[in-house]
């Protein structure tokens, strides 16, 4: 049973404008959330992050907001760029060292 | 920079065969992990280890064993791959922390199994 689920498995966006990415995750006792960013033939690389003791953190053009009564987050990029077209994966840990991932969502910013 | 590095991008193995993946981190990172990623089903956790001869598994370890004699070093074994086993794995480290801590990754190694 998948505890982290990001049910798009791929968005298309045009360059210039907003990125929104989903997770939503079932495990009330997740605490700390992260997004990935992949590219191909490459390892994931760390995005941004949450507490469950805050809804919003921004980082530049990234923004992650997390909705604990609806086991809800989202991933906002604005503006996008052709170089975030990437694999970006949700995860989520109840313990702060393992981590449950997403399946990922393909992004592709078209120029 | 935290640096982890696999010990090969690309294998091809036969179906019974004995496989070893190497991984290194210069970090002195207590914890680590190998996952595999599948597409549909993202990254999911085999072993992690937080020291030294530690092991403790996750979701999916059936198939795999793991060994850690270094700090620096985590391997993951397939005692006698099979082609279900074809897929990209990936490992990771991080700190031991009393809060969360990232994890950072190593580039993957594709492998094969015929």
């Known amino acids: 049973d998948q505890q982290v689920k990001q049910n798009s498995p791929s968005l298309s966006v045009q360059e210039g404008r907003i990125s929104i990415l989903n997770c939503d995750y079932t495990?009330?006792?997740?605490?700390?959330f992260l997004w990935y960013k992949k590219y191909p033939a490459e390892g994931p690389t760390f995005l941004i992050s949450?507490?469950?003791?805050?809804d919003k953190n921004e980082d530049g053009r990234f923004t992650v907001f997390l909705n604990k009564s609806a086991k809800h987050l989202s991933l906002h990029i604005v503006p996008s760029q052709p170089g975030d077209s990437a694999v970006y994966f949700c995860?989520?840990?109840?313990?702060?060292?393992?981590?449950?991932f997403g399946a990922g969502t393909i992004l592709r910013v078209k120029s | 920079d935290v640096k982890v590095t696999q010990s090969s991008r690309y294998l091809v193995k036969r179906t019974g065969e004995k496989v070893f993946l190497e991984c290194v981190q210069d970090m002195d990172h207590e914890n680590m992990f190998w996952y595999r990623q599948d597409p549909g089903l993202g990254l999911r956790l085999i072993y992690f280890?937080?020291?030294?001869?530690?092991?403790e598994k996750g979701d999916i370890p059936e198939g795999y064993s793991v060994s850690r004699e270094k700090k620096e070093r985590f391997s993951l074994i397939l005692e006698s791959a099979s082609t279900n086993q074809t897929s990209m794995y990936l490992c990771a480290s991080s700190f031991l922390a009393g809060g969360p801590v990232e994890q950072f990754f190593g580039p993957g190694t594709r492998l094969t199994v015929l």
């Open positions: 949450i507490s469950s003791i805050k």
């Open positions: 495990n009330s006792m997740f605490d700390y």
């Open positions: 280890s937080y020291d030294v001869k530690m092991k």
């Open positions: 995860a989520a840990s109840a313990d702060g060292n393992k981590l449950v």
